[in-house]
């Protein structure tokens, strides 16, 4: 948010530098993170003189170039080529003279130097009014109509406006501060802390009168629990034109673009006191009669910004006898809008429920100033008061007269907020006493009434501005703003007990994580927890499952995700859709779900591979990545861990075509495989996805407090002998491994498959397998004999329990 220091002192005398007031608004909990220099024209004139043209001949070399002799006030005229067709003999001009620095248009820097134009040396640059920022004319250069002698700083001649403007960290609770009204407001609080008192100077509203009532227009508020307070009056017979300067600075200082007297007047008000304003044309309101309602779902309404908009039942619309003209608190229609043509005005000023304004709002796509606010909440007191504000400014700098009363619709007063403050809560929550008379004080300089003082605390009274402040904390936190953070002593000794941890931080083990996946070629993604419902109804299962959202920013984000799978496939979609197919990508995030009244929400570790292991090159051939390099990754997940044993085991799943599901101590840890296509296909797929969905606490919780184990480097070597089998294809080489080790688990370290073979060549319902075992003793070099022993009673074991026959 933007802050002009200037328009702020409007509200506040003091005249302390603006690096001094940003500290103490800092202080305050209003952040200041920096200050812009404002001028009203880039650079101030600086280096732009007043010159006298002495002569003015034709270029020799250029038939529309002019070589003028002109006198800056230095010792001798300078030679300056200009192109200007209006340049003649006996002009004062404004002269850039060499080193100057212009801007253009887009605020971009240049410097005037020393050159030759055609031949011709040229010392400085005669000046078109768009040139030095004093207009948008560039039909010729600027003449003055001035006594003052050559080489005078053209700043004497101008009332330029400087200006130092605050940029503020403004957090979304304090809609109380959202103007310069507000800002002032805080700052009086923080000076009389300093003991410095200041009063408020709000600008007077006594001289409002009504001149006639020609232009009365009746209002009706049909839904009064939207619209709590409206109010509006009609001013007639002004002139819509350019604002004056001193305006369009203002609003330029804070950087907003100035339109026209009329629309300037309703945003000044609007960054001075934070209340929205919106003015019709009251021409073209039909019937004479402003109707504030809702309409039939399904309407069109085209917006100020040429587009069409179809409107919802809920939205509030302020209408006429016949149409919508504007979208209430939001955004203005292209047909009621004030133009240079507009001689009448309807001037509205009101207040709207936060709720419907921020759903309206975020229905259509739409974020402007006043619904910025309007959702936040403003003053409901403030209402009328900037509306005769506003009626007043537009009369001083459009004309017209005030031609109705002004309407106040205000059937139900909403009532202050009521709050106990405890003597012992603000002790205990500061920490240090805060002297009774300085609570009181302070609690005064924020408008907050004082209605009740007893010996445990004090009864509040708070204003309804303060829509942040609604209970005791909030009120200590007022408290200690403004009575300084600064300003509550350390303490000299601090107590705490310190448990050790059980074991490893889970975040130091989901650090361990990703650094040993991205080592494995995966990026991270973080996934939007929001999804659309149509991706959750997907898995299958009782849709009352599903968490949804009361507020939703739209249809398409209006459930929370019950998988981690759906942010993983948006993302693959959206690198698919930009060339990049080949994918490693992991996620830690939280899915939601829901059983009557029980709400659960669970972190999960994602796990998703597509495309090919690397691209294509002339040494390798591409090939995809498929169901057993995630199994590998997934291992690799487990085993870095320090997981234990593991059951494996296939399962049917909605989100798969095959899937499998390694288990630890009976409950599922992990399930992984292939995205089931009809899933794919929602999101625009075409190629195969593994995904892997890891239960991360069930995880941490089996592998903590596991024993790390290790065993010497064997000294002697290792020997490798192969089988081929052939067996039924029912048989896993899950189930060989397994028997092989139960076989003879003393030498024998591993088994592996290096080889399977299917086909005609084998009798209907047999496969072959290759395996290598590799044997090895700790203590001794392995003699044939005994490895010739181990191999035949390997084979011994394959043959009764599993059928095998061994391959020739």
């Given at each position: 948010m933007k802050i002009s220091y200037k328009w702020l002192r409007q509200f506040i005398e003091m005249d302390w530098p603006a690096e001094k007031t940003a500290e103490l608004l800092t202080d305050l909990g209003l952040e200041v993170e920096g200050i812009t220099p404002f001028e009203s024209v880039p650079g101030g004139l600086k280096g732009i003189v007043v010159g006298e043209v002495k002569s003015c001949e034709k270029h020799p070399n250029a038939d529309k170039l002019s070589l003028c002799q002109v006198d800056i006030g230095a010792d001798k005229p300078v030679q300056i080529v200009c192109g200007a067709p209006n340049v003649a003999k006996g002009q004062k001009v404004p002269v850039a003279t060499i080193g100057t620095t212009l801007y253009t248009a887009d605020g971009e820097p240049w410097?005037?130097?020393?050159?030759?134009?055609?031949?011709?040396?040229?010392?400085?640059?005669?000046?078109?009014?768009?040139?030095?920022?004093?207009?948008?004319?560039?039909?010729?250069?600027?003449?003055?109509?001035?006594?003052?002698?050559p080489g005078t700083p053209c700043a004497e001649l101008f009332q330029l406006e400087e200006d130092e403007v605050f940029e503020i960290g403004l957090t979304p609770n304090r809609a109380d501060a959202m103007s310069h009204y507000g800002v002032a407001r805080d700052l009086r609080a923080g000076l009389k802390q300093q003991k410095i008192s200041k009063e408020l100077i709000t600008p007077s509203v006594s001289n409002f009168h009504?001149?006639?009532?020609?232009?009365?227009?009746?209002?009706?508020?049909?839904?009064?629990?939207?619209?709590?307070?409206?109010?509006?009056?009609?001013?007639?017979?002004?002139?819509?034109?350019?604002?004056?300067?001193?305006l369009r600075n203002r609003?330029?200082?804070?950087?907003?673009?100035?339109?026209?007297?009329?629309?300037?007047?309703?945003?000044?008000?609007?960054?001075?006191?934070?209340?929205?304003?919106?003015?019709?044309?009251?021409?073209?309101?039909?019937?004479?009669?402003?109707?504030?309602?809702?309409?039939?779902?399904?309407?069109?309404?085209?917006?100020?910004?040429?587009?069409?908009?179809?409107?919802?039942e809920e939205d509030l619309m302020i209408c006429d006898a016949e149409k919508p003209m504007c979208i209430a608190g939001v955004f203005g229609g292209i047909n009621t809008g004030v133009t240079m043509d507009t001689r009448n005005i309807f001037l509205e000023s009101a207040y709207f429920d936060p709720v419907s304004i921020r759903k309206t709002a975020k229905r259509h796509g739409l974020n402007t100033d006043a619904s910025f606010r309007f959702e936040r909440g403003i003053d409901i007191n403030n209402v009328e008061y900037a509306l005769l504000r506003?009626?007043?400014?537009?009369?001083?700098?459009?004309?017209?007269?005030?031609?109705?009363?002004?309407?106040?619709?205000?059937?139900?007063?909403?009532?202050?907020?009521?709050?106990?403050?405890?003597?012992?809560?603000i002790y205990r929550l500061v920490g240090t006493e805060i002297p009774r008379d300085t609570v009181i004080s302070i609690l005064a300089s924020l408008d907050i009434q004082v209605k009740s003082v007893t010996e445990s605390g004090l009864g509040l009274v708070i204003p309804f501005y303060r829509v942040d402040v609604r209970r005791e904390v909030d009120v200590i936190e007022e408290i200690l703003r403004v009575y300084g953070y600064n300003n509550i002593p350390d303490k000299s000794q601090f107590t705490a007990s310190i448990e050790p941890p059980a074991g490893v931080a889970p975040h130091k083990l989901q650090d361990r994580i990703s650094g040993r996946l991205a080592a494995l070629g995966f990026d991270e993604i973080l996934g939007n927890s929001l999804c659309n419902p149509a991706h959750?109804?997907?898995?299958?299962?009782?849709?009352?499952?599903?968490?949804?959202?009361?507020?939703?920013?739209?249809?398409?984000?209006?459930?929370?995700?019950?998988?981690?799978?759906?942010?993983?496939?948006?993302?693959?979609?959206?690198?698919?859709?930009?060339?990049?197919?080949?994918?490693?990508?992991?996620?830690?995030?939280?899915?939601?779900?829901?059983?009557?009244?029980?709400?659960?929400?669970?972190?999960?570790?994602?796990?998703?591979?597509?495309?090919?292991?690397?691209?294509?090159?002339?040494?390798?051939?591409?090939?995809?990545?498929?169901?057993?390099?995630?199994?590998?990754?997934?291992?690799?997940?487990?085993?870095?861990l320090g997981a234990g044993p593991r059951e494996e085991m296939p399962v049917t799943d909605q989100r798969f075509s095959e899937a499998l599901e390694i288990s630890m101590g009976k409950r599922a840890v992990v399930r992984l495989g292939s995205v089931h296509p009809d899933i794919l296909r929602a999101f625009d797929i075409r190629q195969e996805v593994l995904y892997a969905d890891i239960d991360w606490p069930l995880l941490l919780q089996r592998v903590q407090g596991a024993e790390i184990s290790y065993t010497e480097i064997p000294r002697h070597p290792e020997v490798r002998r192969d089988l081929a089998l052939l067996l039924d294809e029912s048989v896993s080489f899950r189930q060989l491994h397994d028997l092989a080790l139960k076989t003879n688990r003393k030498i024998l370290r591993d088994v592996r498959l290096f080889d399977v073979y299917t086909g005609d060549k084998l009798p209907a319902g047999k496969k072959s397998y290759a395996l290598s075992f590799f044997l090895q003793d700790p203590k001794k070099t392995l003699a044939d004999k005994q490895i010739d022993s181990v191999m035949g009673s390997l084979q011994k074991a394959f043959e009764k329990e599993l059928g095998a026959e061994l391959r020739g």
């Open positions: 410097k005037i130097k020393k050159g030759k134009i055609r031949g011709e040396a040229s010392h400085g640059m005669i000046c078109a009014e768009d040139e030095i920022g004093l207009g948008d004319s560039h039909d010729g250069i600027l003449v003055l109509d001035t006594d003052a002698a009504v001149d006639n009532r020609s232009g009365r227009i009746e209002v009706q508020v049909e839904k009064p629990e939207l619209a709590p307070r409206y109010c509006g009056v009609t001013i007639s017979n002004l002139i819509v034109q350019e604002s004056p300067d001193w609003l330029r200082a804070i950087g907003l673009s100035p339109i026209n007297n009329v629309v300037d007047a309703t945003n000044y008000v609007l960054h001075e006191l934070g209340q929205p304003l919106h003015a019709f044309d009251a021409d073209r309101i039909h019937g004479k009669k402003i109707l504030v309602k809702t309409v039939k779902a399904g309407t069109k309404f085209m917006t100020l910004d040429g587009e069409e908009r179809i409107l919802h506003a009626a007043i400014l537009i009369r001083d700098i459009a004309g017209g007269e005030i031609s109705s009363d002004a309407v106040d619709l205000y059937p139900k007063k909403m009532p202050d907020h009521n709050v106990f403050l405890t003597y012992e809560k959750n109804a997907l898995l299958g299962g009782d849709p009352e499952g599903e968490v949804a959202l009361m507020n939703p920013l739209s249809q398409e984000l209006s459930a929370l995700r019950r998988d981690l799978l759906f942010s993983g496939l948006g993302a693959i979609s959206h690198n698919l859709n930009r060339r990049q197919q080949d994918l490693r990508l992991y996620e830690f995030g939280q899915i939601y779900s829901r059983e009557g009244t029980q709400w659960e929400e669970r972190e999960r570790l994602a796990l998703l591979l597509t495309g090919n292991q690397h691209p294509d090159h002339w040494e390798n051939t591409a090939k995809p990545q498929g169901f057993f390099d995630l199994k590998a990754v997934v291992a690799h997940v487990l085993d870095s």
